[in-house]
């Protein structure tokens, strides 16, 4: 029987502290409110205790993030779409940044099994004055394990509407996507780090966001195969192509760390699950 979920999360400040409220149904919750940096930034981890999502799973999560708050979500480990016998697992996430908000979307990877059906959709919805610094990483497949993606598909949808849309369908069955040079040339981990804002960057923020990017990637050993680009107005964005999810996620860490130190001026605080 599939399982359907659902989670809200409503971050606020209260007394100088940012503090976190939640509904949920179903396997889908968070852990306990963590402070490792200071009161004003309250972390969180989203736990799915069934451990993955197979055909006709659902998962709904709402994140509202209220003017002067700040919240950073990840999970403790990566989301499963396991194999499919012929409906789709679909995740639906939608974050709500009221002004001078700030959030943090840091999910670890997803891992789309062999003969899954998955759709992954993420929606951001902006006050001016606020600002989200989020990613999303795909593993397709777990090559290392000899289990490659040779079956099912993955439709990927990150919005922000209005001034950005990447919408992509990935077929295993696409030998021209999945190896092909102007595709994924044989990579099976495609990562994208964002930093998202209500308002348009203003031209010397937007330089300095990438010019910070541009200078860890050429220092790292994924250089050739990642890049920063503006895509528009309110958006700056690292795409990277590896043969696995660890190099990807390590390039795009050390990016965060520095557009967290240089743009948000804040330590470059990993969250706590992330060492365990």
């Not at 736990?47 to 197979?54: D, K």
């Not at 777990?142 to 079956?151: A, T």
């Amino acid at each position: 029987m599939p399982w359907h979920a659902r989670l809200d999360l409503d971050y606020r400040m209260e007394a100088g502290r940012c503090v976190a409220r939640f509904e949920h149904d179903g396997p889908l919750r968070i852990l306990q409110s963590l402070y490792p940096e200071d009161e004003g930034v309250c972390h969180n981890v989203i736990v799915h205790p069934p451990g993955g999502l197979v055909g006709g799973d659902t998962l709904t999560i709402g994140v509202r993030v209220r003017d002067g708050a700040h919240g950073l979500i990840t999970t403790p480990g990566a989301t499963r779409f396991y194999r499919s016998e012929g409906e789709t697992a679909l995740q639906t996430t939608r974050i709500q940044l009221d002004a001078n908000a700030r959030m943090e979307w840091l999910p670890l990877e997803a891992i789309c099994y062999s003969g899954c059906l998955a759709e992954n959709r993420l929606r951001m919805e902006l006050a001016p004055g606020s600002e989200l610094m989020g990613w999303d990483v795909t593993a397709l497949g777990l090559p290392e394990s000899g289990l490659p993606f040779d079956r099912g598909g993955l439709l990927q949808h990150l919005e922000l509407p209005g001034h950005w849309l990447e919408r992509g369908r990935i077929a295993a069955s696409d030998d021209r996507l999945m190896n092909g040079p102007l595709g994924l040339a044989g990579r099976r981990c495609l990562a994208t780090l964002f930093l998202v804002s209500g308002s348009d960057f203003p031209r010397q923020r937007r330089d300095q966001a990438l010019a910070l990017a541009r200078e860890v990637i050429d220092a790292d050993l994924l250089a050739s195969s990642a890049g920063a680009t503006a895509p528009g107005n309110r958006v700056i964005a690292v795409r990277v192509l590896a043969p696995l999810v660890e190099p990807a996620l390590s390039l795009l860490k050390a990016v965060r760390a520095s557009w967290r130190r240089s743009l948000w001026d804040l330590p470059a605080t990993m969250p706590r699950s992330w060492a365990v």
